[in-house]
């Protein structure tokens, strides 16, 4: 079955600082697709970066970024130059190998908190 | 802008009672979509796939006559909570894939909050 781990509960980090959230995931399949979301405390998903276990290269999307070491089963997330609105729960997420209804699951969260 | 509309976003029912919970795809049509739960402070859990025209598939653990879902149209799945406990009171969001490409992520609804008294 498939697993996603987040190890860190909560972080705090300093304004225009980079941060890194961590993401282990265990799975046997070959062909995957990570996520991750922010979630507010206002409670709506908000979906940030994808991976996929094909792509050779990190995913990058403005300030975000994936480290993603596939034998190593990690797919960090890199935000930089943090901003108080970073402040928010963040969510690792796999979805299961492709079909018509193939469901994502997540890991436990991460709060990060943005001091100015 | 929102590609998935839920409603309500907060409700407050007594116990006993049932509360439906709707969630739409706005301009996209989506065969399939999906209920989560979430505690405070706690994760999503996957409650439900729907599906347009078919019977929803559960999750290991979630009551199927508790938690009624029915997809009636491909931009429209409702999730009712029947005979609500207190223990039912959770954030419930529903999301949805713009596209059916393995790389489309969900997009989900706003969440609504339910609090059964």
């Known amino acids: 079955a498939q697993k996603i781990t987040q190890t860190q509960p909560g972080m705090f980090v300093q304004e225009k600082e980079a941060v890194t959230l961590d993401c282990t995931y265990d799975?046997?399949?070959?062909?995957?697709?990570l996520f991750w979301y922010k979630q507010p405390s206002s409670g709506e998903m908000i979906f940030l970066i994808y991976?996929?276990?094909?792509?050779?290269q990190n995913a990058t999307e403005g300030r975000y970024s994936l480290n993603f070491q596939k034998a190593r089963k990690s797919a960090n997330l890199v935000i930089s130059a943090s901003q108080l609105g970073d402040s928010a729960m963040y969510f690792c997420?796999?979805?299961?190998?492709?079909?018509?209804?193939?469901?994502?699951?997540f890991g436990s969260g991460t709060r990060l908190s943005i001091r100015p | 802008g929102a590609v998935v509309s839920q409603h309500p976003s907060r409700v407050i029912c007594k116990s006993g009672t049932s509360v439906k919970i709707e969630c739409r795809s706005l301009?996209?049509?989506?065969?399939?979509m999906f209920w989560y739960r979430q505690f405070p402070k706690q994760s999503l859990m996957l409650m439900a796939t729907s599906n347009e025209g078919s019977k929803a598939t559960y999750e290991q653990g979630v009551e199927k006559d508790k938690f009624l879902i029915n997809h009636a149209s491909l931009t429209l799945s409702t999730l009712t909570v029947t005979s609500a406990h207190p223990e039912d009171s959770s954030f419930y969001i529903c999301?949805?894939?713009?596209?059916?490409?393995?790389?489309?992520?969900?997009?989900f609804g706003n969440g609504t909050r339910l609090t059964v008294t």
């Open positions: 997420a796999m979805r299961e190998p492709e079909s018509s209804a193939s469901k994502i699951i």
């Open positions: 301009d996209f049509q989506a065969t399939t």
């Open positions: 991976q996929g276990s094909y792509d050779e």
């Open positions: 999301s949805a894939r713009q596209t059916s490409s393995y790389n489309s992520p969900l997009h």
């Open positions: 799975t046997s399949d070959q062909s995957y697709g």
